[in-house]
């Protein structure tokens, strides 16, 4: 009895966790990228942030079909005993994905101070309210996904280690 309250609290938190991504993924579609603003840095940042977050976008519902499989329920939460689990090569693929999106968006974050120091410099008032925009934009973006991010390297490194254990069915 004790073990099945465990494994039903495990199964609760990580079902919240996934709804938690899938609300992270929804403000990151409602997020507008702006238009360029002439200033290099700023606009690679910008696009670099949209790229992420259009990549987090589409891996999130593949990360959750994939842990929906794993324990073995529809998408809609009902237990499915024909459900069938999830390879370890669906998994790596997916891993790989998450990890290369991991790294843009570390590489993304590293734009962000030199994106300061050049908005610092603007003195055209109309260029100073676009450059400011991208700016707040992409610090929005970055931000849901470093949680997003280390949210799905953890997701998906522990459905990988539940399919390569000998206890897995």
């Known amino acids: 009895m004790m073990a099945l309250m465990c494994a039903i609290g495990v199964s609760a938190q990580t079902a919240e966790e996934m709804q938690a991504s899938k609300e992270r993924a929804a403000k990151l579609e409602k997020l507008v990228q702006p238009k360029k603003c002439g200033i290099a840095t700023i606009d690679e940042l910008t696009s670099a942030a949209s790229r992420v977050a259009v990549e987090s976008i589409q891996i999130t519902p593949l990360l959750q079909g994939l842990y929906y ?24 693929e997916l891993s790989s994905r998450i990890g290369k999106q991991a790294v843009a968006v570390a590489d993304a974050t590293k734009l962000i101070p030199e994106a300061g120091e050049e908005l610092k410099g603007v003195k055209n008032p109309m260029k100073l309210a676009a450059a400011t925009k991208s700016v707040k934009y992409s610090t929005d973006v970055l931000e849901i996904l470093g949680v997003e991010s280390a949210f799905q390297v953890k997701a998906i490194a522990d459905m990988i280690k539940t399919a390569t254990s000998n206890d897995n069915l």
């Open 69 to 92: 499989r794993s324990i073995g329920q529809a998408e809609n939460g009902v237990t499915d005993v024909t459900v069938k689990k999830p390879t370890v090569n669906e998994l790596m």
